[in-house]
């Protein structure tokens, strides 16, 4: 893991890191513009940077995230568990992966990002608490995971000397 002192560039390695933890495909850009018809691999992570607020010593950096997973290609994973152990563990909906898909991304991707803020403990720390807000979507594959808001604080680009 190669640390990047571009502040911003700190905030997207970060980010890579987390998605090979959980071997997600990672992207970036807008929002927006997530076209998932072109996402033959899943899960995924892509992000955009928000905004960047800076002060004397620190600059806040704002990454807006959406972290998800195709619903209908866990059916193989579950295959030969008892349909009533499911719904018992991750709770019944309309499709039964849905829950499953939900519980397996947040403990994945919120294991990553702690792992990880230690590792780079000297270049950004995160603002806590955290948001994550699950959303399910059934366009021609049918995803669900979280739309996540991490707000991290880095040392200001001023204080240390570094060009952004």
Do not use: W
Not at 7 to 14: D, K, L, P, Q, V
Not at 22 to 37: E, K, P, V, Y
Not at 74 to 82: F, H, T
């Amino acid at each position: 893991m190669e640390k990047n002192r571009n502040h911003i560039g700190t905030a997207i390695s970060f980010m890579q890191d987390v998605a090979n933890e959980i071997n997600a495909r990672f992207s970036h850009g807008s929002i927006t513009g997530i076209d998932n018809s072109s996402m033959l691999v899943y899960p995924y992570i892509h992000i955009n940077i928000g905004s960047v607020s800076v002060d004397k010593q620190t600059a806040q950096i704002q990454i807006n995230i959406v972290v998800g997973d195709r619903v209908n290609t866990i059916v193989n994973d579950n295959a030969g568990i008892n349909e009533g152990t499911l719904y018992t563990q991750y709770g019944y909906t309309e499709n039964n992966n849905y829950g499953f898909v939900l519980q397996e991304m947040y403990v994945r991707f919120v294991m990553a990002i702690q792992k990880y803020e230690q590792l780079y403990f000297n270049e950004l720390q995160i603002q806590r608490p955290f948001d994550m807000q699950s959303f399910i979507e059934e366009y021609d594959d049918v995803t669900a995971g979280y739309v996540v808001t991490l707000n991290l604080t880095c040392i200001n680009p001023l204080v240390d000397n570094q060009a952004c």
